[in-house]
């Protein structure tokens, strides 16, 4: 969802004017001609600190310092104790910021003046040279503002105290980002920013270690499974599995020329990039579906990962499949910390997901768009990979495109909002290698159990002319309904939603296709909650569920009338309310954080909505077939 006037009228454009009438040099036009920050999402005070000028701090202070409890190298995984001393006059506006650049340099940076003023932004300069990864108030100790950790550093000659200090102690969670970190002592609050104290330069113990591997399927017969992680070490590594086996990964990575960027710079090539390390990608051959296996990953010289077990879905034809699916996830800080954005139920869902892998229930996940929410602040995808790794590294991750990894201006997207922050897709491919069939084509099917997924990109073009719309049309028409009789077709953006986040160009293209192939599912996220349909075509309930019984919504597609539709996107972001009248369609409706469990055999697929957070299950539908 959009958080401006600007984007909101933008999108409203796109959703209610013809595609001839809205040209991206229009919109390009449109976006030069708002405020010099608009060209990303999720504007803060926190988020534009950089394009603050950095003010010379007010008064001389001898006494004033910033010291790290870590004693030695940075571990992969940590929390650290940053505590400022010496401070004359606490402040609530007194905030400590983690820096964390390829070259720590906690400066102005006047040298950037002729970079921004040749493309219009005319910021006060000189502009703070890093972008804070996370930041907290310095009053998040509480005993601060009362100066309750009082130190005398001058006394008199009769041993009177002269000059009291206070200080305080903040608690920061830390992961391997490989580039080195400093905590800076800021005054002023985010808008008027002066640095006060500087922390020594910290680094990790080993910036090359392999970390944050998490899995995904490269094809329908579970024989394989794909395994990406990310290093420092640009040298290929081996995964080692199943008791003797070994494949050598494929290393990428990406660079701020890759970024997307307009007639202003956005985060992605300026102050938002961090560099990325290398990514690593190695193919595991020679399973077996269904069955359980371990690995680990690494090499002699960056060092090997925990040995890891994993299990691989079932191969396609076969009867029962068991997944877990949701969107717009995100992350969350692990500490009281400031982020550029913050997903609140990002942890609890993945907290509630992980219990459900461990007790072995899980064959595969779906995250259906929306995955990271870093839009250009590329060290966000390291926390979020961080977050998903109890999950995705145990069963296969399967992911689809949405608006916040792909969307920006003249880039080729379908929408031309800045909800990517420049990234245009280059990181999320990079870390999410889908079996697509090119790059930027992130569209794809597979096979698992008694299911046909069809996985879209609703930020490409689906217009009846479209390559995508011709691969959907193929992919459909050719299923063998005998060997997976269950077709559930996936993406973003939704059709029907009561919140009213839907293209009706999206609807009266694309609508059709799902009904002539007989869809039994269609999930989809961008709205924030969770809604369920009636078997709807063209706005119109066709068929309604009756109750089983036990009680739970039953359609019985033996008679097929219409797709039942679903959206999924409470896995984390703020979550939307629903509007007073919902579509006249819609049978359910609920605000909470949680995930989708499916459970498909050959002639039921089972469907619940778990609460993250209570695990209850909030909803509850089955579709069968004879």
């Given at each position: 969802m959009w958080f401006t006037f600007f984007l909101s009228f933008s999108i409203s454009l796109l959703h209610h004017a013809s595609s001839s009438s809205v040209s991206p040099l229009s919109h390009t036009k449109l976006l030069d001609s708002m405020d010099g920050f608009q060209n990303y999402t999720a504007i803060s005070d926190f988020r534009l600190v950089n394009r603050r000028k950095l003010g010379a701090c007010l008064g001389k202070n001898p006494y004033r310092k910033i010291q790290v409890n870590s004693k030695s190298e940075l571990?992969?995984?940590?929390?650290?104790?940053?505590?400022?001393?010496?401070?004359?006059?606490?402040?609530?506006?007194?905030?400590v910021?983690?820096?964390?650049?390829?070259?720590?340099?906690?400066?102005?940076?006047?040298?950037?003046?002729?970079?921004?003023?040749?493309?219009?932004?005319?910021s006060a300069q000189p502009l703070l040279c890093h972008y804070p990864v996370k930041a907290q108030f310095v009053s998040n100790d509480p005993g601060y503002i009362g100066c309750q950790k009082k130190e005398c550093k001058k006394y008199d000659q009769k041993g009177k105290c002269l000059v009291t200090t206070c200080s305080a102690s903040i608690t920061f969670h830390v992961i391997n980002i490989r580039t080195d970190i400093q905590f800076v002592f800021f005054g002023a609050g985010f808008q008027t920013p002066c640095v006060l104290a500087i922390s020594e330069l910290l680094k990790f113990s080993n910036p090359k270690k392999p970390l944050y591997g998490h899995l995904s399927s490269v094809d329908s017969t579970g024989t394989s499974m794909r395994l990406t992680w990310v290093s420092g070490d640009k040298n290929p590594q081996q995964v080692q599995y199943a008791n003797g086996k070994s494949q050598t990964s494929r290393v990428t990575t990406f660079s701020q020329d890759s970024m997307c960027t307009s007639a202003l710079p956005s985060p992605a090539v300026d102050f938002g990039w961090h560099d990325p390390g290398y990514i690593h990608?190695?193919?595991?051959?020679?399973?077996?579906?269904?069955?359980?296996?371990?690995?680990?990953?690494?090499?002699?010289?960056?060092?090997?990962?925990?040995?890891?077990?994993?299990?691989?879905?079932?191969?396609?034809?076969?009867?029962?499949?068991?997944?877990?699916?949701?969107?717009?996830?995100?992350?969350?800080?692990?500490?009281?910390?400031?982020?550029?954005?913050?997903?609140?139920?990002?942890?609890?869902?993945?907290?509630?997901?992980?219990?459900?892998?461990?007790?072995?229930?899980?064959?595969?996940?779906?995250?259906?768009?929306d995955i990271s929410y870093a839009t250009g602040f590329l060290?966000?995808?390291?926390?979020?990979?961080?977050?998903?790794?109890?999950?995705?590294?145990?069963?296969?991750?399967?992911?689809?495109?949405?608006?916040?990894?792909?969307?920006?201006?003249?880039?080729?997207?379908?929408?031309?909002?800045?909800?990517?922050?420049?990234?245009?897709?280059?990181?999320?491919?990079?870390?999410?290698?889908?079996?697509?069939?090119?790059?930027?084509?992130?569209?794809?099917?597979?096979?698992?159990?008694?299911?046909?997924?069809?996985?879209?990109?609703?930020?490409?073009?689906?217009?009846?002319?479209?390559?995508?719309?011709?691969?959907?049309?193929?992919?459909?028409?050719?299923?063998?309904?005998?060997?997976?009789?269950?077709?559930?077709?996936?993406?973003?953006?939704?059709?029907?939603?009561?919140?009213?986040?839907?293209?009706?160009?999206?609807?009266?293209?694309?609508?059709?296709?799902?009904?002539?192939?007989?869809?039994?599912?269609?999930?989809?996220?961008?709205?924030?909650?969770?809604?369920?349909?009636?078997?709807?075509?063209?706005?119109?309930?066709?068929?309604?569920?009756?109750?089983?019984?036990?009680?739970?919504?039953?359609?019985?597609?033996?008679?097929?009338q219409a797709p039942v539709h679903t959206i999924i996107g409470m896995a984390g972001f703020r979550l939307d309310g629903f509007p007073p009248k919902p579509g006249s369609w819609s049978l359910s409706r609920i605000s909470e954080f949680g995930y989708a469990r499916v459970h498909a055999i050959k002639t039921q697929l089972n469907f619940e909505f778990v609460n993250a957070y209570t695990k209850k299950i909030e909803d509850r539908f089955r579709i069968i077939k004879s």
């Open positions: 571990l992969d995984d940590q929390m650290i104790t940053v505590t400022v001393s010496g401070v004359l006059l606490p402040s609530k506006s007194d905030w910021g983690m820096i964390t650049p390829s070259n720590a340099n906690i400066n102005a940076c006047p040298q950037n003046v002729i970079l921004y003023q040749q493309t219009g932004d005319l990608s190695a193919v595991m051959t020679g399973l077996k579906p269904s069955t359980r296996f371990s690995y680990r990953y690494g090499s002699n010289s960056a060092g090997w990962s925990a040995k890891i077990n994993f299990k691989t879905p079932p191969s396609g034809g076969s009867n029962e499949l068991k997944f877990l699916a949701f969107g717009d996830m995100g992350k969350a800080p692990r500490d009281a910390s400031i982020e550029h954005y913050i997903q609140p139920g990002s942890i609890a869902v993945t907290q509630a997901m992980a219990n459900e892998i461990s007790s072995g229930n899980v064959d595969s996940i779906f995250h259906i768009g060290v966000e995808w390291d926390f979020f990979l961080h977050l998903i790794t109890p999950v995705a590294s145990q069963v296969s991750y399967m992911t689809a495109i949405g608006n916040h990894e792909r969307d920006y201006v003249s880039s080729g997207s379908l929408y031309i909002t800045p909800d990517s922050g420049g990234e245009c897709g280059v990181p999320y491919e990079s870390y999410f290698p889908m079996p697509t069939p090119a790059k930027d084509k992130p569209w794809y099917s597979i096979e698992q159990g008694s299911v046909h997924f069809v996985v879209i990109s609703t930020e490409h073009d689906w217009s009846k002319n479209s390559e995508q719309y011709q691969w959907m049309s193929r992919d459909m028409a050719s299923v063998d309904r005998s060997r997976t009789p269950w077709l559930i077709f996936t993406g973003h953006r939704p059709m029907y939603s009561s919140c009213g986040s839907v293209d009706i160009r999206f609807l009266l293209a694309v609508e059709p296709l799902l009904v002539a192939n007989k869809v039994d599912l269609v999930m989809f996220g961008h709205v924030h909650n969770y809604e369920r349909t009636c078997a709807v075509y063209k706005s119109k309930c066709l068929a309604m569920p009756k109750k089983g019984a036990d009680g739970v919504d039953t359609y019985d597609n033996s008679n097929y």
